[in-house]
């Protein structure tokens, strides 16, 4: 009596959900999952649930669902920082910087030969003397200074003092003249010393930079006497 109910237990079809896929099995839609299952890159996967840091947890799916945090030691942590020392080595080092000594000598002696030929035209261009506005003051007011003793002796009053004031004016442009002239002057003879001073330094540094080409040659040429031999 009891074997043929258990026979048609046995022998029914199963339930719908048994035969649809478990977790990491194939599928082309949800349908064809358990229900709670999605289907995620054509495989049966159970939903995340949303676990926050330093929860429990059993894997690092129970933690979240795009890698940012994993399950170390049955606790949900963020994933490990890098090391230094895989960072340098990941970094290049930045290209040398170039020397000034990669030039070679032959570049070194055409620049100190321009910058002595620059030197010696800004010295051929240079002026130590009084600059013409200076040189006119002087002369304008030694004419017209004398007017301050012609004034004494003019009867007006009046006239006299305006030739007298006008005889001042004129020691006020000798004086002014003077005084800008010796300026002037003296600038320019500062920058001068200063542009004698870079020339003796650059022709200085070109004499030795032949000699060392000199010796290198001669050096050259008592090697190539000796393998001669």
Request: hydrophobic share 45%; with cysteine.
């Amino acid at each position: 009596m009891l074997t043929m109910p258990l026979l048609a237990v046995l022998l029914s079809p199963p339930p719908p959900d048994v035969a649809l896929g478990d977790v990491g099995e194939s599928c082309r839609a949800r349908a064809d999952c358990r229900s709670g299952l999605r289907c995620v890159n054509a495989q049966c996967t159970a939903p995340v649930a949303q676990t926050k840091e330093g929860q429990a947890c059993e894997a690092t799916s129970d933690c979240s669902s795009d890698g940012s945090l994993r399950c170390l030691a049955r606790v949900t942590e963020p994933p490990p920082l890098p090391s230094r020392s895989a960072t340098l080595v990941d970094v290049p080092p930045p290209p040398p910087m170039p020397l000034a000594s990669s030039l070679t000598v032959s570049q070194q002696v055409l620049a100190l030969k321009r910058d002595i030929e620059a030197i010696n035209f800004d010295l051929r261009r240079l002026k130590t003397g009084w600059p013409g506005g200076s040189i006119s003051l002087v002369v304008g007011g030694a004419i017209l200074s004398p007017l301050t003793l012609v004034g004494l002796f003019v009867a007006p009053i009046v006239v006299g003092l305006v030739v007298i004031a006008v005889g001042a004016g004129g020691i006020a442009m000798i004086v002014a003249g003077a005084t800008g002239g010796a300026r002037a002057a003296s600038a320019a003879m500062t920058g001068r010393q200063s542009l004698l001073e870079r020339r003796s330094n650059a022709e200085r540094e070109l004499a030795n930079l032949k000699r060392s080409v000199a010796a290198a040659e001669q050096r050259g040429s008592a090697m190539l006497t000796l393998a001669a031999f």
